[in-house]
């Protein structure tokens, strides 16, 4: 009977390589965080564009009347932080 020599590996497949299940994780965790900062970014750049397209508006008319300004900027500040924070 001949001897059969087993050089100590066996096949598996890709899948079930640790490295492929660890990047394919990772990648995985990336998109997730990727798909949250361009909500945020949606989020931020869809509460400035109203603000700027109410600046454009009327611009032969040299002021703005903005009596509670104030107040306004601070609850939009409010609402920026809040929407960065997230």
């Not at 109410?54 to 900027?73: D, G, H, S, T």
């Amino acid at each position: 009977m001949e001897d059969i020599f087993d050089f100590g590996f066996t096949a598996v497949d890709e899948t079930e390589l640790e490295a492929v299940q660890q990047a394919t994780t990772k990648v995985a965790e990336t998109t997730n965080d990727v798909e949250a900062l361009h909500t945020k970014i949606d989020r931020l750049y869809n509460a400035v564009t109203p603000l700027l397209n109410n600046l454009k508006k009327n611009p032969e008319k040299e002021y703005i009347l903005w009596p509670n300004r104030l107040a306004k900027v601070e609850e939009f500040e409010t609402y920026l932080q809040k929407i960065y924070a997230e």
